[in-house]
């Protein structure tokens, strides 16, 4: 028989820096919050930008790295499930629904590599720049190597 499935992919920034807990075992268990908006327009033609916010909690090395590396306001890639826990306190129960992550990937610049937003105005890291020679106009023109002289590791993937 088929099985359902429960799948969820976001892409949003955080709305606070990560927060992390660890069981008693020693695993990470990292929570954030993540913004995702969206734009439509109304009947007078004017747009309407609404933000949802979602729960998503990592486990483990992912939840190190996201608690090592994620800031407030970094754009993140989350890939997990939904899943839903209820919870009673003086008489209360409240809902709660969890983006349990799979996968996590940093977007975006940020923070020079450190997950810190990067200050406006801050000047970048300077790359250098690849100059190619001018060729020579006495020297003779050479020709590509042949496709048969490369062995497989030159392959950069």
Known sequence: MARGINKVILVGNL????????????MAITTLSIATSSSRKDKEGNYQEKTEWHRVKLFGKTAEVAAEYL?????????????????????????????????????????????????EGAPRAARPQRQEAAPRRDAPAQRPAPMDDFADDDIPF
């Open 71 to 119: 800031k407030k306001g970094r754009q993140v890639y989350i890939e997990g499930r939904l899943e839903y826990s209820t919870s009673e306190k003086d008489g209360v129960t409240r809902y709660f629904t969890d983006i349990i992550a799979d996968e996590m990937q940093m977007l975006g610049g940020g923070g020079e590599g450190r997950g810190e937003p990067r200050q």
């Open 15 to 26: 709305g606070n820096d990560p927060e992390t807990k660890y069981t008693q075992g020693g």
